[in-house]
């Protein structure tokens, strides 16, 4: 794994977190960030206050592609992690579609249930063919 690499997986592994924190005690995002004594890496920060920002957006194409499941229903590290690779599969064409994938499914399997890995890949997979078709990253 590359030092960039490396410095994504920490950056994602903070902005999950971050998510999770804020959704465990009903705050933004962004309000969580501002507590913070030291300012988590750019990158991590990007990713959160975009899944604040695009929330809606968000929310609407995870309950369309998570079949058979009410977003209000998945473990809450299930809802932060796919909201926080929609936003870059949304957001941040600059990382490839199966890199936002795969690490998405391994953060599933190291922080959720033994059946999240599988949940997430699905989801991200049909969201992945909506959001960047073949070809486009």
Not at 4 to 10: E, L, Y
Not at 26 to 41: I, K, N, S, W, Y
Request: hydrophobic share 45%; proline share 7%.
């Amino acid at each position: 794994m590359s030092a960039v690499a490396g410095a994504r997986r920490q950056a994602r592994e903070r902005a999950l977190g971050l998510l999770y924190e804020a959704e465990a005690k009903g705050e933004a995002p962004t309000t969580v960030l501002a507590a913070l004594p030291v300012d988590p890496d750019p990158y991590a920060t990007s990713l959160v206050e975009g899944v604040e920002r695009h929330g809606e957006e968000i929310d609407r194409l995870i309950a369309s592609h998570a079949i058979g499941w009410a977003l209000e229903r998945m473990p809450a590290v299930d809802r932060s992690l796919l909201r926080l690779a929609t936003f870059e599969l949304l957001g941040r064409p600059d990382t490839p579609t199966g890199v936002v994938i795969s690490e998405a499914v391994e953060l599933a399997k190291e922080y959720s249930t033994e059946e999240s890995g599988r949940f997430v890949n699905g989801v991200l997979a049909a969201l992945a063919a909506v959001t960047r078709p073949p070809g486009t990253g």
